[in-house]
């Protein structure tokens, strides 16, 4: 019997020509700048569900945003597929504030830390800057080697 996917959003938050990561205190993906978000709650769209999860992680208040991308992550041993649903948003409300989770910092388009965050994201991430919409599929072992992926520019999700 196939394991449902654990659906997960993802917000790029986009200024003019930087954009808003933060850096994970801790559980999945600590020590890595990364988009804010998480898991969607039972009873919530995951457009709520994206909305939620910025505010809780960086206090910000969505009011422009808008899904991009569709990215389906399989890492060795593990029977769930992580469903990640990526918004770049675009306007909002608020100060970027850490939180416990996240310490949020603005770079430019030119600086992105591609070292420190997942190896999938410089292959889309140039993408959702220049506003192309996107699908892909990787498959990892462990959190740092890519065995495999598709990704593909799609007109609409």
Known sequence: MAVPNK???LVMIREDARILLG???????VNRWNGFGGKVEHGESIAEGAKREVEEECGLI???FEEVGRLDFEFVGEPQIL???VFRGDKYEGEPRETEEMRPQWFPHDG????DMWPDDKLWIPWLLKGKKFKGYFKFEGHDNILDLQLDKVESL
Do not use: A, C, N, S
Request: aromatic share 10%; hydrophobic share 35%.
């Open 62 to 64: 969505l009011t422009e």
């Open 112 to 115: 992105i830390p591609y070292k």
């Open 23 to 29: 850096m994970k205190k801790r559980g999945f993906g």
């Open 7 to 9: 659906v997960l959003t």
């Open 83 to 85: 469903e990640v649903h």
